[in-house]
């Protein structure tokens, strides 16, 4: 009963804190989306998912602000920066955001090129980054949660399909993040030479 209560009020935390960096991202022009899990959930049933363990968002990099960093601190979240993500040597940058609901993991996305296909990314270092279509992060639409408005892709069903396949409707209690992502899968045929293969050892493993 004790936990069922404690994870009652972590939950109402976690939406109020959506919230609020949500109006920060509003109020600074940055171009986001929550990613993910969370975008799951509200194509399921407009709700966070009951064992969701974290919020993820997406922000366009040439969007993102030094003042977004200080909106958010002021806020009273513990903010920490990787850069890297947490893979040294990794261009990515990923900021974790905490205060007494879940944790928030924030992603400026990047524009990106390999043989002459563009690309936005987002994560640590090649093996652990999700890879989409530039218009899945550059494209929202806005959807009310909890009666505030939150961003997520435009075209949400092409970005579930992406990253959770053709099936993404069905609960799946064995899906694993690290493994299984549909837009980490393709990387190798799709986006990357042979030679950025070798050099990245990108594959399914």
């Known amino acids: 009963m004790l936990n069922q209560l404690k994870t009652q009020i972590k939950r109402r935390n976690t939406i109020r804190e959506i919230k609020e960096i949500s109006e920060i991202l509003y109020h600074?022009?940055?171009?986001?989306?929550?990613?993910?899990?969370?975008?799951?959930?509200?194509?399921?049933?407009?709700?966070?998912?009951?064992?969701?363990?974290?919020?993820?968002?997406?922000?366009?990099?040439?969007?993102?602000?030094?003042?977004?960093?200080?909106?958010?601190r002021q806020k009273g979240f513990n903010l920490s920066v990787y850069s890297g993500g947490y893979y040294e040597g990794?261009?990515?940058?990923?900021?974790?955001?905490?205060?007494?609901?879940?944790?928030?993991?924030?992603?400026p996305?990047?524009?990106?090129?390999?043989?002459?296909?563009?690309?936005?990314?987002?994560?640590?270092?090649?093996?652990?980054?999700?890879?989409?279509?530039?218009?899945?992060?550059?494209?929202?639409?806005?959807?009310?949660?909890?009666?505030?408005?939150v961003e997520i892709p435009a075209d949400t069903d092409t970005y579930l399909r992406a990253i959770y396949g053709e099936d993404y409707m069905i609960p799946n209690d064995n899906w694993d993040w690290r493994t299984m992502p549909k837009c980490r899968l393709q990387l190798k045929p799709t986006y990357l030479s042979q030679t950025d293969v070798e050099r990245y050892q990108i594959g399914e493993s």
């Open 28 to 72: 600074y022009g940055c171009v986001w989306s929550l990613q993910s899990a969370n975008v799951l959930g509200i194509q399921r049933n407009g709700k966070l998912r009951a064992n969701e363990d974290d919020v993820d968002i997406a922000v366009l990099a040439e969007t993102w602000q030094a003042k977004v960093e200080e909106a958010i």
């Open 109 to 149: 996305s990047f524009k990106d090129k390999w043989d002459n296909i563009t690309y936005r990314w987002y994560g640590g270092e090649h093996p652990n980054r999700y890879y989409f279509e530039p218009r899945l992060l550059e494209q929202t639409r806005t959807v009310k949660f909890y009666g505030f408005d």
């Open 90 to 107: 990794s261009e990515g940058v990923h900021y974790v955001a905490t205060k007494q609901g879940l944790v928030f993991d924030i992603y």
